[in-house]
Protein backbone atom coordinates (compact mmCIF):
# COMPACT_ATOMS: atom_id res chain seq x y z
CA UNK A 1 0.00 0.00 0.00
CA UNK A 2 1.49 3.60 -0.63
CA UNK A 3 -0.60 5.84 1.85
CA UNK A 4 -1.46 9.38 0.93
CA UNK A 5 0.41 11.16 4.03
CA UNK A 6 2.14 14.41 4.97
CA UNK A 7 5.32 14.81 6.70
CA UNK A 8 5.54 18.21 8.77
CA UNK A 9 8.27 19.48 10.60
CA UNK A 10 11.97 18.98 11.17
CA UNK A 11 13.68 15.88 9.65
CA UNK A 12 15.54 15.52 13.01
CA UNK A 13 12.74 15.93 15.63
CA UNK A 14 11.60 13.02 17.26
CA UNK A 15 8.39 11.49 15.07
CA UNK A 16 4.37 11.36 15.69
CA UNK A 17 2.19 9.40 13.90
CA UNK A 18 -1.26 10.66 13.65
CA UNK A 19 -3.93 8.27 12.53
CA UNK A 20 -7.44 9.33 12.05
CA UNK A 21 -10.98 7.96 12.65
CA UNK A 22 -13.74 5.74 10.34
CA UNK A 23 -14.74 8.63 7.95
CA UNK A 24 -12.23 11.16 8.25
CA UNK A 25 -9.22 12.03 6.84
CA UNK A 26 -5.70 13.81 7.89
CA UNK A 27 -7.62 16.81 8.20
CA UNK A 28 -8.70 16.34 11.46
CA UNK A 29 -5.65 16.17 12.89
CA UNK A 30 -4.75 19.94 11.62
CA UNK A 31 -4.94 21.70 15.14
CA UNK A 32 -2.58 18.80 16.84
CA UNK A 33 -0.14 18.89 13.99
CA UNK A 34 0.45 22.73 14.02
CA UNK A 35 1.08 22.69 17.82
CA UNK A 36 3.49 19.11 17.55
CA UNK A 37 5.32 20.99 14.38
CA UNK A 38 6.12 23.88 16.51
CA UNK A 39 7.57 21.75 19.69
CA UNK A 40 9.79 20.26 17.40
CA UNK A 41 8.35 17.15 16.62
CA UNK A 42 8.16 15.31 12.93
CA UNK A 43 4.73 14.90 12.20
CA UNK A 44 3.61 12.25 9.66
CA UNK A 45 0.02 12.29 9.12
CA UNK A 46 -2.37 9.79 6.59
CA UNK A 47 -5.46 8.45 5.20
CA UNK A 48 -5.99 5.21 6.25
CA UNK A 49 -6.50 2.65 2.91
CA UNK A 50 -10.16 3.72 1.16
CA UNK A 51 -10.01 7.35 2.78
CA UNK A 52 -9.09 10.52 1.94
CA UNK A 53 -6.26 10.53 -0.55
CA UNK A 54 -5.39 6.90 -0.29
CA UNK A 55 -6.09 4.10 -2.73
CA UNK A 56 -9.07 2.15 -1.84
CA UNK A 57 -8.22 -1.23 -2.62
CA UNK A 58 -11.40 -4.36 -2.71
CA UNK A 59 -11.68 -5.30 0.73
CA UNK A 60 -12.71 -6.18 3.18
CA UNK A 61 -9.69 -5.60 5.44
CA UNK A 62 -8.34 -6.11 8.69
CA UNK A 63 -6.76 -4.55 11.80
CA UNK A 64 -3.96 -6.56 10.73
CA UNK A 65 -3.87 -5.11 7.36
CA UNK A 66 -4.27 -1.62 7.88
CA UNK A 67 -1.55 -1.34 10.94
CA UNK A 68 0.89 -3.41 8.10
CA UNK A 69 -0.16 -0.43 5.95
CA UNK A 70 1.76 1.56 8.92
CA UNK A 71 4.74 0.06 9.40
CA UNK A 72 5.57 0.21 5.31
CA UNK A 73 4.70 4.13 5.78
CA UNK A 74 7.46 3.57 8.68
CA UNK A 75 9.67 2.04 6.35
CA UNK A 76 9.20 4.70 3.37
CA UNK A 77 10.32 7.52 5.71
CA UNK A 78 12.71 5.40 6.88
CA UNK A 79 11.63 5.85 10.81
CA UNK A 80 12.56 2.62 12.84
CA UNK A 81 10.41 3.79 15.81
CA UNK A 82 7.81 6.75 16.20
CA UNK A 83 4.75 7.97 19.15
CA UNK A 84 1.89 7.23 17.82
CA UNK A 85 -1.45 8.66 18.14
CA UNK A 86 -4.89 7.12 17.23
CA UNK A 87 -8.68 8.32 17.04
CA UNK A 88 -10.92 5.87 16.84
CA UNK A 89 -10.82 3.50 13.86
CA UNK A 90 -6.66 4.91 14.49
CA UNK A 91 -6.62 4.15 17.92
CA UNK A 92 -7.49 0.53 16.96
CA UNK A 93 -4.36 0.43 15.15
CA UNK A 94 -2.05 1.50 17.31
CA UNK A 95 -2.94 -1.22 19.99
CA UNK A 96 -2.62 -3.77 17.10
CA UNK A 97 0.67 -2.17 16.20
CA UNK A 98 1.80 -1.65 19.63
CA UNK A 99 1.51 -5.05 20.79
CA UNK A 100 2.89 -6.79 18.02
CA UNK A 101 5.59 -4.51 16.84
CA UNK A 102 6.31 -2.82 20.46
CA UNK A 103 9.93 -2.46 18.84
CA UNK A 104 8.19 0.54 16.06
CA UNK A 105 6.57 2.39 18.85
CA UNK A 106 7.97 4.73 21.21
CA UNK A 107 4.87 6.55 23.45
CA UNK A 108 1.22 5.70 22.65
CA UNK A 109 -2.15 8.02 22.55
CA UNK A 110 -5.11 6.42 22.09
CA UNK A 111 -8.15 8.61 21.39
CA UNK A 112 -11.65 8.20 21.79
CA UNK A 113 -11.26 4.39 20.88
CA UNK A 114 -12.41 0.74 21.97
CA UNK A 115 -11.43 -2.81 22.55
CA UNK A 116 -15.48 -3.41 21.58
CA UNK A 117 -16.81 -1.26 19.14
CA UNK A 118 -20.58 -2.25 19.03
CA UNK A 119 -21.85 -5.05 17.74
CA UNK A 120 -20.32 -7.61 14.84
CA UNK A 121 -23.74 -7.30 13.44
CA UNK A 122 -24.85 -3.55 13.74
CA UNK A 123 -20.94 -3.23 11.92
CA UNK A 124 -22.30 -5.63 9.00
CA UNK A 125 -25.54 -3.75 8.64
CA UNK A 126 -23.05 -0.14 8.07
CA UNK A 127 -21.13 -2.02 5.82
CA UNK A 128 -24.03 -3.72 4.30
CA UNK A 129 -26.07 -0.42 3.79
CA UNK A 130 -23.23 1.59 2.46
CA UNK A 131 -22.11 -0.71 -0.26
CA UNK A 132 -25.97 -0.97 -1.42
CA UNK A 133 -26.74 3.06 -0.85
CA UNK A 134 -23.71 5.06 -0.74
CA UNK A 135 -21.72 6.52 2.41
CA UNK A 136 -24.54 9.22 2.01
CA UNK A 137 -27.31 6.90 3.76
CA UNK A 138 -24.90 6.69 7.14
CA UNK A 139 -24.20 10.63 6.99
CA UNK A 140 -26.12 12.47 9.58
CA UNK A 141 -26.87 8.88 11.57
CA UNK A 142 -22.38 9.56 12.09
CA UNK A 143 -22.55 13.17 12.61
CA UNK A 144 -24.60 13.07 15.46
CA UNK A 145 -21.59 10.99 16.92
CA UNK A 146 -19.06 12.88 16.20
CA UNK A 147 -19.73 16.06 18.26
CA UNK A 148 -21.95 17.83 20.95
CA UNK A 149 -23.59 20.15 18.43
CA UNK A 150 -24.37 19.81 14.66
CA UNK A 151 -21.25 19.92 12.24
CA UNK A 152 -20.67 22.20 9.85
CA UNK A 153 -20.28 21.30 6.20
CA UNK A 154 -16.57 20.67 6.41
CA UNK A 155 -17.02 17.67 8.28
CA UNK A 156 -20.03 16.35 6.41
CA UNK A 157 -17.88 16.84 2.91
CA UNK A 158 -15.38 15.09 4.32
CA UNK A 159 -16.86 12.04 5.37
CA UNK A 160 -19.15 11.75 2.18
CA UNK A 161 -15.46 12.38 0.07
CA UNK A 162 -14.52 8.42 1.43
CA UNK A 163 -14.55 5.84 -0.75
CA UNK A 164 -17.85 3.91 -0.18
CA UNK A 165 -15.91 0.91 -0.86
CA UNK A 166 -13.58 1.62 1.79
CA UNK A 167 -15.37 2.58 4.25
CA UNK A 168 -17.49 -1.23 4.30
CA UNK A 169 -14.04 -2.46 3.92
CA UNK A 170 -12.82 -0.58 7.12
CA UNK A 171 -16.07 -1.63 8.69
CA UNK A 172 -15.23 -4.92 8.55
CA UNK A 173 -12.04 -4.60 10.12
CA UNK A 174 -13.86 -3.31 13.41
CA UNK A 175 -16.61 -5.79 13.25
CA UNK A 176 -13.51 -8.08 13.40
CA UNK A 177 -11.79 -5.91 16.19
CA UNK A 178 -10.53 -8.58 19.47
CA UNK A 179 -7.23 -6.75 20.66
CA UNK A 180 -8.34 -7.18 24.44
CA UNK A 181 -6.20 -9.92 24.77
CA UNK A 182 -3.34 -8.14 23.49
CA UNK A 183 -3.60 -5.34 25.54
CA UNK A 184 -1.32 -6.79 28.19
CA UNK A 185 1.34 -6.85 25.05
CA UNK A 186 1.67 -3.07 25.08
CA UNK A 187 4.90 -1.85 26.72
CA UNK A 188 4.64 1.63 25.58
CA UNK A 189 3.55 3.93 27.96
CA UNK A 190 0.09 5.14 27.17
CA UNK A 191 -2.46 7.75 27.38
CA UNK A 192 -6.13 7.20 26.65
CA UNK A 193 -8.38 10.06 26.42
CA UNK A 194 -12.02 9.76 26.13
CA UNK A 195 -14.23 12.31 25.27
CA UNK A 196 -17.38 12.54 28.45
CA UNK A 197 -20.11 12.40 26.16
CA UNK A 198 -18.96 9.81 22.84
CA UNK A 199 -21.76 7.91 22.70
CA UNK A 200 -20.01 5.59 20.22
CA UNK A 201 -16.93 4.85 22.70
CA UNK A 202 -17.34 5.88 25.83
CA UNK A 203 -15.60 6.74 28.88
CA UNK A 204 -16.25 2.98 29.99
CA UNK A 205 -14.70 1.66 27.20
CA UNK A 206 -11.27 4.00 27.85
CA UNK A 207 -11.63 2.60 30.77
CA UNK A 208 -11.15 -0.57 29.80
CA UNK A 209 -7.89 -0.09 27.74
CA UNK A 210 -6.35 1.90 30.34
CA UNK A 211 -6.92 -1.04 32.60
CA UNK A 212 -5.60 -3.58 30.30
CA UNK A 213 -2.63 -1.75 29.63
CA UNK A 214 0.26 -1.59 31.66
CA UNK A 215 1.70 1.78 32.25
CA UNK A 216 -1.42 3.43 31.28
CA UNK A 217 -3.54 6.00 32.22
CA UNK A 218 -6.83 7.64 31.30
CA UNK A 219 -8.45 11.16 30.81
CA UNK A 220 -11.71 12.18 30.49
CA UNK A 221 -12.39 15.74 28.03
CA UNK A 222 -15.32 17.46 29.51
CA UNK A 223 -17.83 18.42 26.42
CA UNK A 224 -16.43 16.09 23.95
CA UNK A 225 -17.79 13.62 21.60
CA UNK A 226 -16.26 10.93 19.15
CA UNK A 227 -14.17 13.51 17.18
CA UNK A 228 -12.47 14.98 19.95
CA UNK A 229 -9.45 16.10 18.66
CA UNK A 230 -11.50 18.37 16.77
CA UNK A 231 -14.16 19.58 18.69
CA UNK A 232 -12.20 20.28 21.63
CA UNK A 233 -8.66 20.64 20.51
CA UNK A 234 -6.67 22.89 23.24
CA UNK A 235 -7.60 20.37 25.86
CA UNK A 236 -6.76 17.02 23.61
CA UNK A 237 -3.70 18.92 22.17
CA UNK A 238 -2.52 19.68 25.58
CA UNK A 239 -2.61 16.02 26.55
CA UNK A 240 -0.72 14.77 23.54
CA UNK A 241 2.01 16.83 24.19
CA UNK A 242 2.60 16.67 27.64
CA UNK A 243 2.79 12.83 27.14
CA UNK A 244 4.96 12.36 24.39
CA UNK A 245 8.12 11.98 25.94
CA UNK A 246 7.87 13.99 28.87
CA UNK A 247 7.46 16.70 26.54
CA UNK A 248 6.96 19.70 28.47
CA UNK A 249 10.94 19.83 28.90
CA UNK A 250 11.43 18.09 25.16
CA UNK A 251 9.14 20.28 23.75
CA UNK A 252 10.24 23.21 25.90
CA UNK A 253 13.76 22.77 24.99
CA UNK A 254 13.06 23.02 21.27
CA UNK A 255 10.93 26.13 21.71
CA UNK A 256 13.36 27.98 23.56
CA UNK A 257 16.49 27.44 21.49
CA UNK A 258 14.17 28.28 17.54
CA UNK A 259 13.12 31.42 19.78
CA UNK A 260 16.33 32.67 21.27
CA UNK A 261 18.87 30.37 19.62
CA UNK A 262 21.18 27.79 20.60
CA UNK A 263 24.36 29.92 21.59
CA UNK A 264 21.68 31.44 24.91
CA UNK A 265 20.52 27.93 25.68
CA UNK A 266 24.15 26.67 25.39
CA UNK A 267 25.00 29.72 27.89
CA UNK A 268 23.03 28.90 30.73
CA UNK A 269 23.88 26.93 33.33
CA UNK A 270 22.48 23.71 34.43
CA UNK A 271 20.35 24.32 37.45
CA UNK A 272 16.44 23.36 38.84
CA UNK A 273 15.49 27.19 38.19
CA UNK A 274 16.45 26.53 34.21
CA UNK A 275 14.26 23.74 34.07
CA UNK A 276 11.42 25.32 36.03
CA UNK A 277 11.93 27.67 33.09
CA UNK A 278 12.23 25.12 30.10
CA UNK A 279 9.03 23.21 32.00
CA UNK A 280 6.61 25.99 32.81
CA UNK A 281 7.46 28.34 30.59
CA UNK A 282 8.95 27.26 27.23
CA UNK A 283 7.31 23.79 27.70
CA UNK A 284 3.45 24.97 28.63
CA UNK A 285 3.56 28.47 27.50
CA UNK A 286 5.38 28.63 24.50
CA UNK A 287 4.19 25.76 22.71
CA UNK A 288 0.64 26.18 23.62
CA UNK A 289 -1.73 26.39 20.31
CA UNK A 290 -3.80 29.66 21.07
CA UNK A 291 -1.41 32.64 19.76
CA UNK A 292 1.22 32.47 17.40
CA UNK A 293 4.97 33.18 18.17
CA UNK A 294 4.81 36.56 16.78
CA UNK A 295 1.99 37.65 19.16
CA UNK A 296 3.61 35.99 22.04
CA UNK A 297 6.56 38.12 21.47
CA UNK A 298 4.90 41.15 21.35
CA UNK A 299 2.98 40.53 24.99
CA UNK A 300 6.58 39.45 26.14
CA UNK A 301 7.91 42.87 25.10
CA UNK A 302 5.09 44.85 26.21
CA UNK A 303 5.44 43.47 30.02
CA UNK A 304 9.20 43.67 29.99
CA UNK A 305 9.40 47.50 29.29
CA UNK A 306 6.60 47.82 31.35
CA UNK A 307 8.35 46.21 34.46
CA UNK A 308 11.64 47.93 33.28
CA UNK A 309 13.34 44.22 33.03
CA UNK A 310 16.03 45.74 30.75
CA UNK A 311 18.21 42.92 30.52
CA UNK A 312 15.46 40.49 29.83
CA UNK A 313 14.54 42.79 27.31
CA UNK A 314 17.33 42.95 25.09
CA UNK A 315 17.49 38.95 25.02
CA UNK A 316 13.66 39.23 23.94
CA UNK A 317 14.11 41.81 21.01
CA UNK A 318 16.32 39.02 19.62
CA UNK A 319 13.64 36.62 19.48
CA UNK A 320 11.08 38.97 18.95
CA UNK A 321 13.46 39.81 15.30
CA UNK A 322 13.76 35.87 15.28
CA UNK A 323 10.30 35.47 15.09
CA UNK A 324 9.84 37.66 12.35
CA UNK A 325 8.93 41.00 14.01
CA UNK A 326 10.83 43.83 12.11
CA UNK A 327 12.34 46.78 14.17
CA UNK A 328 9.69 48.80 13.25
CA UNK A 329 6.81 46.91 14.35
CA UNK A 330 9.03 46.29 17.49
CA UNK A 331 9.40 50.15 18.62
CA UNK A 332 5.22 49.85 17.89
CA UNK A 333 5.08 47.28 20.67
CA UNK A 334 7.00 49.67 23.00
CA UNK A 335 5.18 53.12 22.03
CA UNK A 336 1.54 51.27 22.51
CA UNK A 337 3.16 50.29 25.85
CA UNK A 338 3.85 53.85 26.88
CA UNK A 339 0.59 54.66 26.85
CA UNK A 340 -0.11 52.32 29.25
CA UNK A 341 2.38 52.11 31.48
CA UNK A 342 4.72 55.10 31.54
CA UNK A 343 6.60 56.96 29.50
CA UNK A 344 10.22 56.81 31.42
CA UNK A 345 9.30 52.92 31.00
CA UNK A 346 9.16 53.26 27.30
CA UNK A 347 12.33 55.38 26.61
CA UNK A 348 14.47 53.14 28.33
CA UNK A 349 13.07 50.18 26.63
CA UNK A 350 13.72 52.19 23.28
CA UNK A 351 17.19 52.61 23.85
CA UNK A 352 17.48 48.82 25.00
CA UNK A 353 15.75 47.90 21.56
CA UNK A 354 17.83 50.18 19.75
CA UNK A 355 21.18 49.27 21.02
CA UNK A 356 19.95 45.36 20.26
CA UNK A 357 19.33 47.16 16.53
CA UNK A 358 23.21 48.35 16.58
CA UNK A 359 24.72 45.54 18.02
CA UNK A 360 23.22 42.97 15.55
Not at 230 to 249: K, M, V, W
Not at 286 to 296: E, H, N
Request: hydrophobic share 40%; net charge negative.
Amino acid sequence: MRLHSVSEGPANGPVVVLSSSLGSDLRVWDHQAKALVRAGYRVVRYDHRGHGGSPAPEGPYTLAELATDVVELLDAYEVCRAHFVGLSLGGMVGMWLAATAPERVDRLVLCCTSITPGTKEAWARRAGTVRREGIAAVVDEVLSRWFTSPADDFWREMFVGTSAGGYASCCAAIEGVDVAAELPKITAPTLVIAGEHDRATPPEDGLRIATGIPNSRLAVVPGSAHLGPAERAPEFTELILDHLGGSRRTAGEAVRREVLGDAHVDAAEPSAFQTYITEAVWGSIWTRPGLDRRTRSCITLAILTALRCHDELALHVRAALRNGLTAEEIDEVILHTGAYAGVPAANSAFLVARGVARSD
